[in-house]
């Protein structure tokens, strides 16, 4: 593992709570977060990097690529629980829940930077709020497991994926990373089949359904929205359970 790049590089976790925070960061925050000790390393595609049963004592953000959370049955199926994107910390409740209840995967090569559980509560002791900011991330993370549950159980697998490719463009252009609606969609046809609950053949004929009627493109393993307001109606689509700061203090 290597250290992470200078604090002159864009950070994907600075970006994060700026995003969600009430409050704007002072000078101190911002520097405090960016001087964060943290240790960077590369991992492959389909690669576990915590386990259910795992007792760590560090947790990790994402810095480049997708990672998913997933839970599987006694029989091998498996179901995503959500899709990680960069800036976000998936296992941020392993500072207060000593053994993890489901795996953390990345979903195609991945950069990722891993915090000592301690250096993690010494930043909230410096700074309370950004304690209280991180806090209000586990609450949204919260917000889209509810929303995923309705997803997969009140949806049909059209409205399904409309909602994810809305969720995934909102989130990814809360960080700056989805310019022209555009962003990353490495993930297989198996994967978005295990995070709908959808067969991959369904996912491959539901793809083609969006296409045709003109919403999104993917191409090269990247999803484009050419008809953002249609994509959103099909959805049922509604950001507030995002909680995105500066939706609330509009």
């Not at 991330?137 to 509810?146: C, E, F, G």
């Not at 700056?176 to 067969?199: F, N, Y």
């Amino acid at each position: 593992m290597a250290d992470l790049p200078h604090p002159s590089t864009p950070n994907p976790i600075l970006r994060e709570v700026e995003s969600i925070a009430l409050f704007k960061l002072s000078e101190a925050e911002r520097a405090a977060l960016v001087a964060l000790p943290m240790q960077e390393a590369q991992f492959d595609a389909y690669q576990d990097i915590v386990c259910e049963g795992d007792r760590p004592s560090r947790c990790f953000a994402v810095l480049d690529g997708f990672v998913s959370t997933y839970k599987t049955t006694l029989a091998g199926k498996r179901q995503v629980a959500a899709f990680h994107v960069p800036g976000d910390v998936p296992d941020i409740q392993s500072l207060h829940l000593k053994v993890l209840d489901n795996s953390i995967s990345t979903v195609g090569p991945c950069r990722l930077g891993f915090v000592q559980h301690d250096a993690m509560r010494a930043l909230f002791r410096a700074h309370p709020r950004i304690g209280e900011a991180f806090w209000r991330i586990t609450l949204i993370d919260a917000a889209l497991y509810r929303e995923r549950l309705l997803n997969i159980g009140r949806r049909e697998a059209y409205s399904r994926m409309a909602h994810l490719f809305c969720e995934l463009i909102t989130r990814m252009d809360a960080v700056g990373l989805a310019p022209g609606r555009t962003c990353p969609l490495p993930m297989t046809q198996s994967e978005l089949g295990d995070a709908l609950g959808i067969t991959s053949v369904h996912v491959n004929r539901t793809l083609n359904d969006l296409r045709d009627a003109g919403l999104v493109t993917v191409r090269s393993r990247r999803l484009k929205v050419l008809d953002w307001e249609g994509l959103t109606a099909v959805a049922e689509f509604n950001p507030t359970y995002l909680h995105l700061g500066r939706q609330e203090q509009e």
